[in-house]
């Protein structure tokens, strides 16, 4: 069990690293941050649809056929887990060395927009408060860290729960 946690949360890990570094640096250089939230979303699904896999895995091969809610919930939490670290150790990489001003260009683009939309003074000045306060806890690198997990965790406990509700079996029918 602990061979097939370890892999499909490497693997996840390394999908949504991937997609996430991607999708930085082409909204960093194009400074169009429209439309990566999505990607980045969709590929946390395809990265955590590799917890159906392992639970599929653990209950088929080595279970005998059977494998409880809480069991299967357990896989898929690990390997959230591990996958999570992953993200959040790459960006952590990406943001400090290669993307220093990252929150200065998302800042200035989500200001743009909400400009370019027509909105009052005030809804202006509070997307400026809102962008300021980010880049003020971005300075912090354990704010960093828990805003990070904040956005992959949360998607890989719903799929581990979804999963382990479509997986569980307590006796194998025959």
Not at 101 to 117: G, L, N, P, Q, T
Not at 159 to 171: M, N, P, Q
Request: proline content about 2%.
């Amino acid at each position: 069990m602990k061979r097939n946690i370890i892999v499909c949360g490497l693997i996840a890990g390394a999908i949504v690293s991937i997609m996430t570094v991607t999708s930085t640096s082409l909204c960093y250089t194009s400074g169009d941050f429209e439309g990566s939230m999505v990607v980045g979303y969709v590929s946390m699904i395809l990265a955590f649809s590799l917890i159906y896999v392992a639970v599929k895995n653990f209950r088929d091969k080595f279970n005998g056929g059977t494998v409880t809610f809480g069991k299967a919930f357990k896989i898929g939490l690990y390997i959230s887990l591990i996958a999570s670290t992953i993200y959040v150790l790459v960006w952590l990489v990406d943001y400090y060395l290669f993307v220093p001003d990252f929150m200065d260009k998302y800042s200035a683009a989500m200001i743009k927009k909400v400009r370019e939309e027509g909105s009052t003074l005030t809804e202006i000045n509070k997307t400026v408060a809102e962008m300021n306060g980010y880049k003020e806890m971005y300075k912090n690198p354990l704010f960093v860290i828990l805003l990070t997990y904040t956005e992959i965790l949360p998607v890989g406990l719903i799929v581990s729960l979804i999963c382990a509700l479509i997986l569980k079996r307590k006796t194998v029918s025959k």
